[in-house]
């Protein structure tokens, strides 16, 4: 399956590319040491929240995907200025 999607992907670069050339352009884009490297672009501390938070997200809706909302389960949020503080931060962090 692997091998049948990475040989479909390559075949789309000839059907985008303008000619050849623009598409051996393209292959060697695709395949130029860069790919292994760590980029760096101007909104990196947001990126690095943004992943922070989302595998904040994940963690809570694993250990609580026995319940119908992943959040049900923590016990702490009984109370209710605790759990609208925990909702209000949460659009905070969503708007962000």
Do not use: C
């Amino acid at each position: 399956m692997f091998a049948t999607y990475m040989l479909v992907v390559f075949s789309w670069v000839l059907f985008r590319a303008e000619d050849i050339g623009h598409a051996f352009q393209y292959y060697l884009g695709i395949l130029s040491p860069s790919l292994f490297t760590v980029p760096y672009f101007s909104g990196m501390r947001h990126a690095l929240f943004t992943l922070i938070t989302i595998s904040i997200f994940i963690i809570i809706e694993w250990f609580g995907r026995s319940e119908e909302y992943g959040i049900a389960n923590i016990q702490t949020l009984q109370k209710g200025h605790q759990r609208w503080f925990l909702y209000m931060a949460l659009i905070v962090v969503i708007v962000t």
